[in-house]
């Protein structure tokens, strides 16, 4: 699966994120390693997720489904906020045809080596042409239903 390299196997700079909290609430760009140890050095007891800090537009798309039978819906870009981590949700994305079947494709797989029985969204970010899976999210998302409804007709709820 595409993903950030995690540490120590990428250079500067990092991402330090809490394992045990949701969006981006304690997540932390580190840009030396002076910054990194004193980072470590205050938050030793926490479990933390260490990996290569990425640039890119992000997007997500969920999958719903029950004993290998799945089924993805339209790709969405979210736009990120630094203080409420996703401020907007928009549909319909230029991403290209090829992007959007490798991301499909990467999403069907996931849901079936999981055995999603349920709804989950993957969320990607673009940089340099590559998707990177960066998570996923087991529920059934707040803003996506609405976007992809306005835009497609299509109500994953029903």
Known sequence: MPAPWPWPNCQFPILVKPSDRSGSEGVKVIRTSKEFNSILNHQISRNLVIEEYLEGPSYSIEVIGIAGNYQVFQITELEMDGDYDCKRVLAPVELGDQLIREFEKITLKLASDLSLNGIMDVETILQNG?????????RLPSQTPTAVYYSTGVNMVE
């Open 130 to 138: 590559k998707l990177k899976v960066l998570e996923i999210d087991a």
